[in-house]
């Protein structure tokens, strides 16, 4: 993600926990290929306001390299990975609808 692009997501997300009361969020990572060192700071600071307001924000579906990355740098601790969606939800007390 470029520099510009962190930010604007980082906004946007930032503005569903805060304005929006949206403490429960599942970021599906299925697509993407490599993260820069802001893009983990955002997941961060995005996963200690959740858990601030008794949510949680989980990640799933991260492709090999992304699992050594968060392993590496400790982050598998700090943030809720989950292998697919549908384990995510669980961590809600959800379950997918099929």
């Known amino acids: ?8 997501f980082s906004d946007e997300l930032t ?3 805060d304005k929006q009361n949206r403490n429960k969020m599942i970021l599906d990572f299925r697509m993407v290929k490599h993260l820069s060192s802001a893009a983990l700071g955002m997941l961060v600071t ?13 990640i799933c579906s991260l492709n090999s390299d ?3 990355l968060f392993k590496i740098t400790n982050l598998d601790k700090l943030l809720t990975i989950k292998s697919s969606e549908e384990d995510s939800l669980g961590v809600f007390g959800r379950t997918s609808a099929g």
């Open 1 to 8: 993600m470029e520099t510009l692009a962190i930010k604007q």
């Open 15 to 17: 503005e569903l926990i």
């Open 46 to 58: 995005l996963s200690k306001k959740a858990k601030m307001l008794k949510g949680d924000l989980v």
């Open 66 to 68: 992304l699992q050594k």
